[in-house]
């Protein structure tokens, strides 16, 4: 709901879904991530709205839009964080009926929603390890919850059996995609390792050593968050290449002065960066070093 074309101010997706279950019509509304939201700054087509105020009074829009058609439930799916759902929530004026939030971005596991301005606040921490449900009782006179029980629960072989025909089906292919994916592009002389996005590791130094050589440029910085996996090697196939490092995005390239440098570092390793604060962190490339 908070993406839109600057020319024109229309909408970039659309922004909302209505459902329609045993005669009930839920809605659903889309708020972004943060990270997104940071990338379209210094786009020129597309805006956004960046402060969480203007997100709440846009959701504000599209349920007051369609309280004519009675919706009996609205869940809004957002990306931004538990704490910032939080805030979200009470923004939210209770008159617009948003009963839900099933958030993401910020990896939360909870044992039980948060409730905030009478909204249900719900997060599955992160990957595929578990999955959060919700079970719901919903009063469609008064058009909110009357009753809800969450958990989450862990994938594996118990709570997830396995389809043996989906299993046929994927092993159909798996010999044509092996040839490509198996195949044994390089071998270290030893497992390397990323077990944590706030300091470095070594991974990190591999991937901004690669960049900085293969670019020929001086100094790489390679956001943490774009090495996916904890481990590599020490025999690398294709496939464990594009699953530890998936992203096929730009490289932007800039001058900067010492003092912008400086500055620079500085920021990204302020305290807030290592007492929970969901910031960016860099690797630095070989022949760059820092002491703080």
């Known amino acids: 709901?908070?993406?839109?074309?600057?020319?024109?101010?229309?909408?970039?997706?659309?922004?909302?879904?209505?459902?329609?279950?045993?005669?009930?019509?839920?809605?659903?509304?889309?708020?972004?991530?943060?990270?997104?939201?940071?990338?379209?700054?210094?786009?020129?087509?597309?805006?956004?709205?960046?402060d969480i105020n203007e997100?709440?009074?846009?959701?504000?829009?599209?349920?007051?839009?369609?309280?004519?058609i009675d919706i009996d439930y609205t869940v809004l799916l957002t990306h931004i964080g538990f704490e910032e759902d939080k805030k979200l929530a009470e923004l939210l004026d209770p008159n617009w009926g948003?009963?839900?939030?099933?958030?993401?971005?910020?990896?939360?596991?909870?044992?039980?929603?948060?409730?905030?301005?009478?909204?249900?606040?719900?997060?599955?921490?992160?990957?595929?390890?578990?999955?959060?449900?919700?079970?719901?009782?919903?009063?469609?006179?008064?058009?909110?919850?009357?009753?809800?029980?969450?958990?989450?629960?862990?994938?594996?072989?118990?709570?997830?059996?396995?389809?043996?025909?989906l299993e046929d089906l994927i092993n159909s292919y798996k010999g044509k995609t092996d040839l490509k994916y198996g195949r044994v592009i390089t071998r270290f002389k030893k497992e390397l390792t990323h077990p944590d996005r706030y300091?470095?590791?070594?991974?990190?130094?591999?991937?901004?050593?690669?960049l900085k050589n293969s670019l020929g440029i001086d100094i790489m910085l390679l956001g943490s968050?774009?090495?996916?996996?904890?481990?590599?090697g020490p025999i690398v196939t294709l496939q464990d290449l594009l699953e530890v490092f998936p992203y096929d995005d730009s490289i932007h390239m800039i001058k900067v002065t010492g003092k912008q440098l400086k500055d620079m570092i500085t920021y990204m390793l302020r305290d807030e960066a290592f007492e929970g604060d969901h910031t960016e962190f860099y690797q630095f490339s070989d022949g760059f070093n820092v002491e703080y």
């Not at 997100?55 to 004519?68: K, S």
């Not at 959060?132 to 989450?152: A, M, P, Y």
């Open 1 to 50: 709901a908070n993406l839109f074309i600057k020319t024109n101010q229309s909408r970039l997706f659309q922004p909302y879904h209505i459902v329609k279950i045993d005669g009930m019509k839920i809605l659903f509304i889309g708020i972004v991530t943060e990270d997104v939201l940071a990338n379209t700054k210094n786009e020129g087509l597309i805006g956004s709205f960046v």
């Open 55 to 68: 997100a709440a009074l846009e959701v504000g829009r599209i349920c007051n839009t369609y309280n004519a």
């Open 98 to 165: 948003v009963d839900v939030i099933i958030g993401g971005h910020s990896h939360t596991y909870i044992e039980k929603p948060e409730v905030v301005n009478d909204i249900l606040i719900v997060q599955a921490g992160m990957g595929t390890d578990q999955i959060g449900r919700f079970d719901l009782v919903i009063d469609t006179q008064n058009n909110c919850t009357h009753k809800w029980s969450w958990k989450c629960i862990s994938i594996n072989d118990k709570t997830c059996p396995r389809d043996e025909k």
């Open 199 to 210: 300091r470095e590791t070594e991974l990190g130094d591999l991937f901004a050593d690669i």
């Open 225 to 232: 968050g774009s090495i996916r996996l904890e481990k590599l």
